[in-house]
């Protein structure tokens, strides 16, 4: 097992200010959620109908699915309401030099 090292994965400047910003890394589609408490990063996948969190509704805490409107803390990945039931899978963050990393 290699040990995880923080990865460049977007500029801040290049975030939707307030909102979700779909990014791919590798052949992975993750969100990064541009929350009132900082900035987080999660898979972009919902765990209920596997459809685009970027494509649902933000108000700063919560992510809508555009799918079924299951809903999500997206700073800490809770599901909140039915049908999603699975909490979403979070990727360790953090912001350095206007860059977001991720650990991985």
């Known amino acids: 097992m290699r040990d995880k090292t923080w990865q460049d994965l977007i500029a801040i400047a290049d975030l939707m200010p307030k909102d979700a910003t779909p990014v791919k890394f590798g052949t992975r589609e993750l969100a990064v959620f541009d929350t009132v408490d900082g900035i987080t990063v999660a898979y972009a996948r919902c ?8 494509d649902g509704y933000f108000d700063g805490k919560t ?42």
């Open 47 to 54: 765990t209920h109908g596997a459809a685009n969190l970027c």
């Open 63 to 104: 992510i809508e699915c555009p799918l079924h409107q299951g809903l999500f803390d997206a700073r800490t990945g809770a599901a909140r309401a039915s049908p999603a039931r699975v909490n979403l899978r979070m990727i360790q963050s953090r912001t350095l030099n206007s860059m977001v990393q991720i650990l991985i």
